[in-house]
Nanobody
Framework: QVQLVESGGGSVEVGGSLRLSCVVS????????MGWYRQAPGKQREVVAT???????EYIDSVEGRFTVSRDNGKGAVYLQMDRLQPEDTVVYYC??????????????WGQGTQVTVDS
């Protein structure tokens, strides 16, 4: 069974930095799109950043220029470098991966979530 293991959340002061990591464990044929999402209490989960197999990255406007998503296909990992953090970035972050457990099959897998808190 494929699982995503997240790490790297925590508390930081305004303007500080954090780096989130997410590693895919288990057996799979191929990892496709990887990304980071966040969800505030009572709100829907929203995409923060995604990265394709060809390293094409996209970001929501509010994090453009502050956050950087990257992936290591050899390790089955995706990262989110978060710089110049602001109080509005305080929320639970989830990694999400679209992968192929076998040829011609795809599935979405989610991490357990990691809390990021930015103290003003």
């Amino acid at each position: 069974q494929v699982q995503l293991v997240e790490s790297g959340g925590g508390s930081v002061e305004v303007g500080g930095s954090l780096r989130l990591s997410c590693v895919v464990s288990g057996r799979y044929f191929r990892i496709n799109m990887m990304g980071w999402y966040r969800q505030a209490p009572g709100k829907q989960r929203e995409v923060v950043a995604t990265i394709t197999t060809g390293d094409l990255a996209e970001y929501i406007d509010s994090v453009e220029g502050r956050f950087t998503v990257s992936r290591d296909n050899g390790k089955g990992a995706v990262y989110l470098q978060m710089d110049r953090l602001q109080p509005e970035d305080t929320v639970v972050y989830y990694c999400g991966v679209n992968l192929s457990p076998g040829m011609g099959v795809t599935q979405e897998v989610w991490g357990q979530g990691t809390q990021v808190t930015v103290d003003s």
